[in-house]
C-alpha cells in the first residue's frame, strides 16, 4: 500500500490517533480528547509490525519528521498537534468531532 495502510486504519473509527507509546505530545492529544468526552483509539507505530511503513507514510502526509501524533477525525487527516489544538482553541474541534459521530453532546 502506498500510504502504509494508514487510510485504512484512520477509517476504522471516528477518531483515530498515530503515535508512538512514549510520546508526550501523542498524550496531550488523548487527553484532550478523553477530557472532552470522545473515545478514540490509537496506533502506536513503534508497536506495530509495519510501524516503519506506517511512520514513513504519516511523514508523507504531514510533511515533517517524526510524524506523531497524527490525528485523524472521520478518516481525514486533521493534522499534528499544533493542528488539533488550534482547532479546539477556535471553537472548530468539537463540530468536526460531532459531524464525525465521536461526540453527541
Do not use: Y
Amino acid at each position: 500500500m502506498a500510504d502504509g495502510g494508514v487510510s485504512r486504519l484512520a477509517s476504522q473509527r471516528a477518531v483515530v490517533i498515530f503515535g508512538t507509546s512514549n510520546c508526550c505530545m501523542c498524550h496531550a492529544v488523548k487527553t484532550l480528547f478523553s477530557e472532552l468526552g470522545v473515545s478514540w483509539w490509537v496506533c502506536e507505530v513503534d508497536k506495530e509490525p509495519r510501524g516503519k511503513d506506517i511512520e514513513k507514510a504519516l511523514a508523507r502526509m504531514v510533511g515533517r519528521t517524526p510524524p506523531v501524533p497524527a490525528v485523524f477525525i472521520g478518516g481525514k487527516l486533521v493534522g499534528t498537534t499544533d493542528q488539533v489544538m488550534s482547532l479546539h482553541l477556535g471553537g472548530k474541534l468539537v463540530p468536526l468531532l460531532r459531524e464525525a459521530g465521536a461526540l453527541w453532546l
